[in-house]
Every structure is written in structure tokens, then in C-alpha cells.
């Protein structure tokens, strides 16, 4: 069934009502890749009636907001699959001229941060329906937290927005047990024990027993100290397997913060993927350009979530998690079996991924000291000696994949992680599989930077990782003949990190002729150690200041040194 997203089609269906309205800054697509979709899907499974609307105009009298009346239980918001602030603006703060997300990439179709306008529409409209925001706009601002594009503190978006909880994280458990308790009559304001979402209370008295209490949203406005001092805290409760309950004073309500889900299982997982999507775009969209979001993914499959690399620039471990949760083996040949069934698919599947490729099962070998584990990275400032980096199971996910009927080729679309490769007992095997089979002719690697104290600030590996790997390589198509490339992700203007550090890029990629493609300029994002970093001028860690590129001119400066076989570069 397709979900209704316009009266029309609820009187098609015959229906008198609506327990679920979401809403979402995207155009809807019926797809796991998708947050919403997943959502819609789950509380449809419950038995809930689900309907969508996708990028509702805030600019007009308001009818998109009012189409479909007021749902049975709550309206649940998404600003969509990105901030939409960082959809909206580049590093440098000039809008931008497109959105993936939107039929034909059109821009403009969602407010700047989304997740408050629609939140506050639907108040004024529905003043007594319950609101909850999910996705990773909401989830990444949850807490106080710096706003690269007003450049100053916000405090959380629960109460910016008026909403009456915020989902963190991945949101399908959450979102299940706040329907169920809705369902079963408790009024939105007295549900505060559901982990991975926030509330508010207006007394001190209400807060819960042990909660770890964070430096007020007043104080790390006005007190860099103190907001490097609340990161810490976050960024080590979100790390954690049993993570405690976090409180912040702001104004005069405190907003709570609950502990996550345990880990999905294998069959929790499987579930929400066997889920039937139509694995297309909504049929409202039949008559429009092609959505390149979907484009993108429409032949890629999911693997696993969370990433247990730590990037200090990198949102990914503060949304999913550090701890990867893997489907099963027969959960992602089913799905590409069903991908070969679509008639849009020409046989060419174009990832095996999630946020790093080459994290599928892996984990600790001993679960135990992962329970009390706070690192924020398995793998920085080096492999954890209880990580299991064995690659036998992608090896052999990748051997089953193309066996399937209707595939032909299978192709890695997401980033490889090469310090976890490199070392392992599975490193050469998997390797050769992977360069030999299952590169499209372009394998993409992020070494991100050139500079050990500018690495290890990203918390990445020494840039000798990539050198290594590039040998093995090159020598791999010539030994094959082969005409791969190679394309290595490059940042700029990453705190702490100087012109004359990017001059030392420069000479780097000059001397092994590297003519990088994919360079980007640094965008401060919520909850990541490096906007800590960039807004405060401090090491969160060991309290050292440090420089961040902040003007135009020096980010300009900066990202040209890519560029060294230009004219422009050579300038530098």
C-alpha cells in the first residue's frame, strides 16, 4: 500500500482518519534508505494508519499543513535526511543552488531550520496534538549547541520548537513506544521513560535520580570553557554502551536527555529491512524530474549501521552510534534479489555499504570490555587489540552478491576505512577481491589530510595508511590493466589546522601527483568534536587553543592548495 500524503487519496483508501501524520523536509520515497520512510513503515507494521506530507509550503496560507486535519495520535516531524541548514548553505555560507532531496534537485522547497518552522506551524494549527521531532536535525540538537549559520549557542531545538519530545539516534524503537503509550491514553507530557528521546520539565524536583547534569544552556553561551567541559560529557555518554541520563538547565526548564536502546539484534534489524517498501518515489511524483537522492541510492543496499571510526568532523557516531549492528547474510541477499526484480534495475548493484563499507560484523571480540569502554574511537589514535577486523564475511557477502540471478555486476560505492583493513589477517584477500570485482572504476578512500597534527585532530591515521594502500593500488592495475582510480576525500580549514600546513598538503600531493577531485571546506555541524573546536578555540581534551580558519579569505586561501596544478594553486 501506498502511504496517503492528500485527501484525495485518504478517500481513496476510505479512510475517516489518521493516527500519524509525519512530515518531512524531503520528497517521500517509499525506500529503507530513507528515515522517514523507515518510520512509516514500522508504526504501519503496528497497525497505525500512516500518511506523509512532503514538504509542505510554510510560505502560503498554509493548506498543506491542513489538508489532512489533525492525526488520532501525534504529528511527526523531520526537517529530512539532512540539517537543513547544511542543505542549504556551503561551508562558506552562500546557498546553494540545488537539493538531492527534491524532484529534479530544485532548491528552495524547505525552510532554514526546518524541524522549528513546521514544529511551530503545527502548534499554532493543532494546539493540542502531541509533536515529535526525529531525524538528524533534531537529533544533533538536542542539547545547547553552536549554530555555524547564526554563529552563536541555540539552545536545544525541543524547546526552540515547542515540540513535546525529540527522538535521538535511530529512531524506530522510540518511535514505537511513544505510538503504543499514546495509543493507550497517556498524555504526551508524562512520557518521560522511553529511552533515545528528550523532554522538558519546569522543576528541579521532576528530574529523574542519577542524571549527569550539564553546565546550563546561559553558561556555555557565555563561557567557551564550559561548553568544550558539556561536549566531553556528551560525546563520552554517547560512546558508552550503558550510557546515563543527561540533564541541561535552559531558562527555566530543564531539558532531559534519556539513555539510548540496548543494541538492535541481528532479527531486529533484518525486520525493519523486510519491511515492504516500494523501493520507489511516491507516485504524486510520476510527473516529475527524477529525484537524485534517490538516483543515487535506488540500486544500493545498507549492511549495517554505526561507525566506530570517531572523525571529529564526521556526524555519523553521534547519530547511529559507535557500535555496528549488522543485518544477517540472507536479510541483504534477499533485498538485492529484490532490487533485481525492480524493472528499473539493468543488473548493476552500486553499493554494499553503510557509514564506513568495510564495518560489516565487526565488533569486539571480548563484549564485555566493550561495556565498559568510553573511547570515542576503535580505531584512534590506533586498532583497539579487542577489535575483530576480520573481513570474511564481506568476503563472502561479495562472492554470494553477484550470484544472484539478474545481477551482474557489484560495485562499492561507500568509503573504505584503510586502517582497519590494513593489519588484518583478511587485509590481502579481501583487497584483491575488492580491487579485482568490485570497484566501478572509482574506489573512494578518505584520508581527509596530509599533516600528523592536523590528523590526529580529525582522529584519523597517519596519511603513510593511504600511501600504502595507493601502492598496492596502482600495482593492482598495472598487474591487471586495469584503468581504476583512486579518489581520496580531502578537507580544508579543519580547526587546528594552518596555511602552512596546507602548504605541506600542497608539496605532499604535488610529489605523488595526486589531482584531488573530492576537497571540501570545512562546515561546522552540531555535536561533532571539531565545531567544539572551531567555536571555542580550544581542544576539548587537553584545554590547548587552536587556530580555526574563519574568514572568507582564509578558508579561500586554504582550499586552494588543493589545487596545486592549477594556476590558481600554484598561486599559493
Known amino acids: 500500500m501506498e502511504f496517503p500524503t492528500s485527501k484525495k487519496e485518504l478517500e481513496r483508501l476510505g479512510w475517516d482518519y489518521i493516527d500519524v501524520i509525519l512530515i518531512t523536509g524531503d520528497a517521500f520515497i517509499d525506500h529503507p534508505s530513507f528515515g522517514v520512510a523507515i518510520i512509516a513503515r514500522v508504526l504501519q507494521k503496528l497497525g497505525y494508519r500512516v500518511a506523509i506530507v512532503p514538504q509542505p509550503n510554510w510560505r502560503d496560507d498554509l493548506r498543506d499543513f491542513k489538508k489532512l486535519g489533525a492525526p488520532r495520535l501525534f504529528f511527526g516531524i523531520s526537517a529530512g535526511s539532512m540539517d537543513s541548514m547544511v542543505n542549504h548553505y556551503t561551508a562558506t555560507k552562500r546557498l546553494r543552488s540545488d537539493d538531492a532531496y527534491t524532484p529534479g534537485g530544485l532548491a528552495g522547497?524547505?525552510?532554514?531550520?526546518?524541524?522549528?518552522?513546521?514544529?511551530?506551524?503545527?502548534?499554532?494549527?493543532?494546539?493540542?496534538?502531541?509533536?515529535?521531532?526525529?531525524?538528524?536535525?533534531?537529533?544533533?540538537?538536542?542539547f545547547a549547541h553552536y549554530d555555524y549559520w547564526s554563529d552563536r549557542v541555540k539552545q536545544s531545538i525541543l524547546l526552540e520548537s515547542n515540540a513535546d519530545l525529540v527522538v535521538y539516534g535511530m529512531g524506530e524503537q522510540a518511535i514505537t513506544d511513544i505510538a503504543i503509550q499514546l495509543d493507550n491514553g497517556i498524555a504526551v507530557q508524562n512520557i518521560r521513560s522511553v529511552p533515545q528521546t528528550a523532554y522538558s520539565v519546569s522543576s528541579r524536583l521532576d528530574l529523574p535520580n542519577n542524571c549527569i547534569e550539564l553546565h546550563s544552556y546561559e553558561e556555555c553561551s557565555t563561557n567557551k570553557k564550559a561548553y568544550a567541559e558539556n561536549f566531553k560529557i556528551i560525546e563520552e555518554q554517547s560512546n558508552s554502551w550503558n550510557a546515563q541520563k543527561i540533564v541541561q538547565k535552559i531558562g527555566d526548564r530543564y531539558v532531559v536527555v534519556n539513555e539510548p536502546y540496548e543494541l538492535y539484534t541481528e532479527a531486529e534489524l533484518d525486520a525493519i529491512y523486510a519491511l515492504p517498501y516500494t523501493r520507489q518515489p511516491h507516485s504524486r511524483y510520476a510527473k516529475k524530474p527524477p529525484i537524485p537522492a534517490f538516483e543515487m541510492i535506488k540500486h544500493s543496499v545498507t549492511m549495517h549501521r554505526g561507525c566506530f571510526g570517531g572523525c571529529s568532523f564526521c556526524t555519523i557516531s553521534a547519530h547511529q552510534g559507535k557500535f555496528v549492528v549488522s543485518r544477517s547474510k540472507q536479510s541483504i541477499l534477499q533485498e538485492l534479489s529484490d532490487i533485481s526484480s525492480m524493472p528499473y534495475f539493468k543488473g548493476h548493484i552500486t553499493d554494499l555499504g553503510g557509514p564506513s563499507a568495510n564495518m560489516y560484523r565487526m565488533q569486539g571480540k571480548d563484549l564485555e570490555l566493550c561495556r565498559v569502554c568510553k573511547r570515542a574511537s576503535c580505531l584512534f589514535p590506533a586498532k583497539c587489540k579487542n577489535l575483530n577486523d576480520d573481513h570474511s564475511h564481506l568476503i563472502t557477502l561479495y562472492k554470494e552478491s553477484v550470484r544472484i540471478p539478474g545481477i551482474k555486476h557489484v560495485t562499492i560505492g561507500?568509503?573504505?576505512?584503510?586502517?582497519?583493513?590494513?593489519?588484518?589477517?583478511?587485509?590481502?584477500?579481501?583487497?584483491?577481491?575488492?580491487?579485482?570485482?568490485?570497484?566501478?572504476?572509482?574506489?573512494?578512500?578518505?584520508?581527509?589530510?596530509?599533516?600528523?597534527?592536523?590528523?590526529?585532530?580529525?582522529?584519523?591515521?597517519?596519511?603513510?595508511?593511504?600511501?600504502?594502500?595507493?601502492?598496492?593500488?596502482?600495482?593492482?592495475?598495472?598487474?591487471?590493466?586495469?584503468?581504476?582510480?583512486?579518489?581520496?576525500?580531502?578537507?580544508?580549514?579543519?580547526?587546528?589546522?594552518?596555511?602552512?600546513?596546507?602548504?605541506?598538503?600542497?608539496?605532499?600531493?604535488?610529489?605523488?601527483?595526486?589531482?584531488?577531485?573530492?576537497?571540501?571546506?570545512?562546515?561546522?555541524?552540531?555535536?561533532?568534536?571539531?565545531?567544539?573546536?572551531?567555536?571555542?578555540?580550544?581542544?576539548p581534551y587537553t584545554g590547548k587553543p587552536l587556530f580555526s580558519a574563519k574568514t572568507k579569505a582564509e578558508k579561500d586561501a586554504q582550499k586552494s592548495s588543493f589545487f596545486w596544478y592549477t594556476q590558481k594553486g600554484n598561486r599559493k
Not at 118 to 137: F, S
Not at 433 to 441: A, D, F
Open 109 to 142: 522547497q524547505r525552510p532554514d531550520y526546518a524541524s522549528i518552522i513546521y514544529a511551530q506551524i503545527v502548534r499554532q494549527l493543532y494546539p493540542t496534538t502531541p509533536i515529535v521531532l526525529g531525524g538528524i536535525e533534531a537529533s544533533l540538537r538536542r
Open 414 to 539: 561507500s568509503g573504505i576505512r584503510l586502517d582497519l583493513l590494513q593489519g588484518s589477517k583478511t587485509e590481502r584477500e579481501y583487497t584483491s577481491l575488492l580491487l579485482q570485482k568490485h570497484v566501478s572504476g572509482r574506489l573512494k578512500v578518505a584520508p581527509e589530510h596530509t599533516e600528523p597534527q592536523v590528523l590526529s585532530l580529525m582522529r584519523k591515521p597517519p596519511f603513510a595508511s593511504f600511501e600504502a594502500f595507493k601502492k598496492i593500488f596502482d600495482e593492482h592495475n598495472t598487474k591487471f590493466g586495469l584503468r581504476q582510480q583512486l579518489i581520496p576525500y580531502f578537507i580544508s580549514s579543519h580547526p587546528g589546522c594552518s596555511a602552512q600546513d596546507m602548504k605541506h598538503l600542497s608539496n605532499r600531493l604535488r610529489n605523488l601527483q595526486l589531482m584531488p577531485e573530492q576537497v571540501q571546506d570545512f562546515t561546522p555541524t552540531p555535536m561533532t568534536l571539531a565545531t567544539v573546536m572551531y567555536y571555542t578555540g580550544l581542544n
